[in-house]
């Protein structure tokens, strides 16, 4: 074992100091494949950035209550009678006041223009019940105030304000059937609700005809443990027609479809680019055993064996590989690892402004799928290499 071990270490080393002979070859392999990783982290960093801005928002303390039947607020529909029942039920949480921490909703979307190509999105327009605030602790104003009651004022995310145009703070909007004022941006901790405007939502309701219907309401509970008996209180309710869920598996149910789309699409083009990039390792490596064609018999007729050759040429493809992949990982980390885009949340119907999101586990993947591609591209110049016949290869070149 030790004889076979020497005889890897020392063809290993000899192809490795050789490598500034074929440099070129070399970098155009490594090149490759560098950008096939690039692609591959940046592209599930999408679909990693969507699902984290989404589930930063969940609270394993807060329930969300829809219409039964709605798989999310904008199919959802309750009158003012049922989000009376629904906050007035045991196990919510009740403020210094006595009041319930629930919060009854309106979800509208608003055409704003995106400002990075001008072209109208559907930006979501939130309108909420002062226990809002109590239900989203983490909702902070970072500028200006707090919309007040009864009055057509707004509050923009952070997020959207930065991706939106006409955000900015003392903006005039027009929605619905109302103008309105921005009089505060707020930061919700990187989740979904920097991506909104809220409003007074019983200032919404006429702006947009809706009488006295509601979509959704969040409801804060005394504890995650009371969520069970909170829901069958509910939907054992003769007076009611609901569905409640935890607001961390509504949020989880939001992103399977964009993260799969994404993911897939991520896996299929850097699938295509793999097969470049395969091929012009094996073309490097087939060079690199073709110019060493005698150097490689000489070895074999002083007693080096067929193995350790086909694992020094795959320790030179994969060294090649590796450094490739360290290298699209670098590229994606500081070009795009917390890069602001926006995009349509297809459970919404609207947009959701996000940041990509390089992490570690995203990298090693991208480092694994380097190191395929250099097992894959050296292996058969490997065995090439060691089904050479001496007596053949001491006579080339």
């Not at 959207?160 to 703070?169: C, R, T, V």
């Not at 006429?206 to 005394?222: E, H």
């Given at each position: 074992?030790?004889?076979?071990?020497s005889q890897v270490t020392v063809l290993t080393g000899l192809n490795?100091?050789?490598?500034?002979?074929?440099?070129?070859?070399?970098?155009?392999?490594?090149?490759?494949?560098?950008?096939?990783?690039?692609?591959?982290?940046?592209?599930?960093?999408?679909?990693?950035?969507?699902?984290?801005?989404?589930?930063?928002?969940?609270?394993?303390?807060?329930?969300?209550?829809?219409?039964?039947?709605?798989?999310?607020?904008?199919?959802?529909?309750?009158?003012?009678?049922?989000?009376?029942?629904?906050?007035?039920?045991?196990?919510?949480?009740?403020?210094?006041?006595?009041?319930?921490?629930?919060?009854?909703?309106?979800?509208?979307?608003?055409?704003?223009?995106?400002?990075?190509?001008?072209?109208?999105?559907?930006?979501?327009?939130?309108?909420?019940?002062?226990?809002?605030?109590?239900?989203?602790?983490?909702?902070?104003?970072?500028?200006?105030r707090r919309f007040e009651p009864g009055r057509s004022e707004v509050?923009?995310?952070?997020?959207?304000?930065?991706?939106?145009?006409?955000?900015?703070?003392?903006?005039?909007?027009?929605?619905?059937?109302?103008?309105?004022?921005?009089?505060?941006?707020?930061?919700?901790?990187?989740?979904?609700?920097?991506?909104?405007?809220?409003?007074?939502?019983?200032?919404?309701?006429?702006?947009?005809?809706?009488?006295?219907?509601?979509?959704?309401?969040?409801?804060?509970?005394?504890?995650?443990?009371?969520?069970?008996?909170?829901?069958?209180?509910?939907t054992r309710d003769p007076r009611l027609d609901v569905k409640v869920?935890?607001?961390?598996?509504?949020?989880?149910?939001?992103?399977?479809?964009?993260?799969?789309?994404?993911?897939?699409?991520?896996?299929?083009?850097?699938?295509?680019?793999?097969?470049?990039?395969?091929?012009?390792?094996?073309?490097?490596?087939?060079?690199?055993?073709?110019?060493?064609?005698?150097?490689?018999?000489?070895?074999?007729?002083?007693?080096?064996?067929?193995?350790?050759?086909?694992?020094?040429?795959?320790?030179?493809?994969?060294?090649?590989?590796?450094?490739?992949?360290?290298?699209?990982?670098?590229?994606?980390?500081?070009?795009?690892?917390?890069?602001?885009?926006?995009?349509?949340?297809?459970?919404?119907?609207?947009?959701?402004?996000?940041?990509?999101?390089?992490?570690?586990?995203?990298?090693?993947?991208?480092?694994?799928?380097?190191?395929?591609?250099?097992?894959?591209?050296?292996?058969?110049?490997?065995?090439?290499?060691?089904?050479?016949?001496?007596?053949?290869?001491?006579?080339?070149?």
């Amino acid at each position: 074992m030790f004889n076979w071990l020497s005889q890897v270490t020392v063809l290993t080393g000899l192809n490795l100091r050789t490598i500034s002979q074929r440099l070129g070859a070399s970098l155009a392999a490594a090149v490759g494949v560098a950008g096939v990783v690039a692609v591959f982290v940046t592209t599930l960093s999408i679909a990693e950035g969507f699902r984290r801005t989404l589930l930063s928002s969940a609270s394993p303390d807060t329930a969300i209550v829809l219409r039964s039947g709605s798989d999310g607020e904008m199919m959802s529909g309750l009158q003012r009678e049922a989000t009376d029942i629904i906050v007035g039920k045991p196990g919510v949480a009740r403020n210094a006041q006595g009041g319930p921490v629930a919060s009854a909703e309106l979800y509208v979307v608003a055409d704003i223009p995106k400002k990075s190509t001008g072209t109208d999105a559907n930006v979501p327009l939130r309108g909420v019940q002062p226990a809002a605030f109590e239900v989203r602790k983490e909702l902070k104003i970072v500028q200006g105030r707090r919309f007040e009651p009864g009055r057509s004022e707004v509050i923009v995310g952070k997020a959207a304000s930065q991706e939106f145009a006409g955000l900015d703070l003392g903006s005039k909007l027009h929605f619905g059937e109302s103008d309105w004022t921005v009089v505060g941006i707020f930061t919700a901790g990187g989740s979904v609700a920097e991506s909104e405007i809220w409003c007074d939502v019983g200032v919404l309701q006429p702006a947009y005809r809706r009488g006295s219907s509601f979509q959704a309401v969040y409801a804060k509970l005394q504890s995650p443990q009371a969520f069970d008996d909170f829901k069958d209180n509910l939907t054992r309710d003769p007076r009611l027609d609901v569905k409640v869920i935890r607001e961390a598996d509504y949020y989880a149910g939001q992103t399977r479809t964009i993260n799969g789309i994404i993911t897939g699409l991520g896996y299929l083009i850097a699938s295509l680019m793999a097969v470049g990039a395969v091929f012009g390792a094996i073309n490097t490596m087939y060079s690199a055993v073709a110019s060493r064609t005698r150097e490689i018999a000489t070895l074999r007729a002083l007693g080096f064996r067929g193995g350790p050759v086909v694992v020094s040429v795959l320790a030179e493809s994969l060294l090649l590989a590796l450094a490739g992949g360290l290298l699209g990982a670098a590229i994606s980390y500081f070009a795009f690892n917390g890069y602001q885009t926006a995009t349509m949340n297809w459970s919404s119907f609207s947009q959701v402004a996000f940041s990509f999101a390089v992490t570690p586990r995203l990298l090693v993947q991208g480092l694994v799928y380097s190191l395929l591609m250099g097992l894959i591209g050296g292996l058969f110049p490997a065995i090439r290499a060691a089904r050479m016949p001496v007596a053949t290869a001491l006579r080339e070149l």
